[in-house]
Every structure is written in structure tokens, then in C-alpha cells.
């Protein structure tokens, strides 16, 4: 029986996927899990030392101290400007204090650091969302649906988010 090339690819795909789910050797960088779910961050893990700044900021944004979190993510954003994940943080606290239209630029910065950070995605939706921009927030969906190779986590989150949004904007 003869496979036709979509099918191939697919079924190649599939098995690269299953195997490297179920841990098979000698597959590396194929596909990565994410990371818990807790971080708002989907890049890989830093190849350099972690600023204890940054460390500080994370856990303060785990126990939900946002104020505490933006100063320690401003000082480290501001001696490594090219911290997608710091960006991100940053944006992520900024937005939970309350204030999303702050968090917009933030996000961005991450974004054009690293176009392709599942989480900056993810929150930049949510917080067009929250400055009732529907039509941005898809936009960030729709690129999520492209980076996601299978629906990941942050676009299942942003999709049930704006469905959310137009469920109360319906009723």
C-alpha cells in the first residue's frame, strides 16, 4: 500500500512525538515539556546563572506579592535587556497589580525579544482582554494555534479566556 506524502509526514510526525513524550533516547530538542504551569514562561531554561533578583521576583510573584516582584524584575530588566522571561514576569506582575494597559509594552518588549514565548502571548491576550480588546486577543490566539504544535497550555487557556469574554459580552 503506498502512503502519500501528507500522510507520511504525519505519520512521521506523530511517532517523533509519541517517542520523544515516552522519553526515547537519542531524540533531543525534538519537543520539550513545558514547564509547570506556575510560570508564566515557556522558554528554555537559562544557560547563564540566575540573577537572584530574578529568583526573589519569581517567588514573590508565586505567593502573589506583585509589588514586590516589579521593582527586583525592573532592576534585572534593566541590567540584562534581552530577558524575554524577565519581560514577560515583569508584564505578568505589572497586570495582576492591576494595571493591564502597563503591562501592554512590557509584554511587547518580551515579545520582540523572543516572537515566539508561548506565555507572553498568553498574557499579552488576557490583557487585551482585561482593556476589553477582543480583537487583539485573538490575534495572540491565532499565533498561539501556530506555535503550538499540539494545543499547548497557554493557548487552552487564552481559547477558554476569550470565550469567557464573549460569553459575558453576549449575555
Not at 132 to 149: P, Q, S, T, V, Y
Amino acid at each position: 500500500m503506498m502512503m502519500t506524502w501528507d500522510r507520511g509526514v504525519r505519520v512521521v510526525a506523530v511517532t517523533v512525538a509519541v517517542w520523544t513524550m515516552a522519553g526515547a533516547p537519542g531524540i533531543v530538542g525534538v519537543a520539550q515539556a513545558d514547564p509547570p504551569r506556575s510560570s508564566p514562561t515557556t522558554s528554555a531554561p537559562p544557560s547563564k546563572p540566575v540573577d537572584p533578583d530574578y529568583n526573589a521576583a519569581v517567588q514573590a510573584i508565586k505567593a502573589s506579592q506583585y509589588q514586590t516582584a516589579i521593582p527586583l524584575l525592573e532592576k534585572v530588566v534593566q541590567r540584562d535587556s534581552s530577558n524575554a522571561d524577565a519581560y514577560n514576569w515583569l508584564g505578568y506582575a505589572i497586570r495582576k497589580n492591576g494595571d493591564p494597559a502597563a503591562s501592554l509594552p512590557i509584554y511587547q518588549k518580551a515579545l520582540a525579544i523572543d516572537p515566539k514565548h508561548r506565555g507572553a502571548h498568553e498574557y499579552i491576550g488576557e490583557a487585551y482582554l482585561m482593556l476589553g480588546d477582543l480583537a487583539k486577543a485573538k490575534e495572540h490566539l491565532a499565533r498561539l494555534d501556530k506555535l503550538c504544535f499540539f494545543p499547548c497550555e497557554e493557548y487552552r487557556d487564552l481559547k477558554k479566556a476569550v470565550q469567557e469574554y464573549e460569553k459575558k459580552a453576549g449575555g
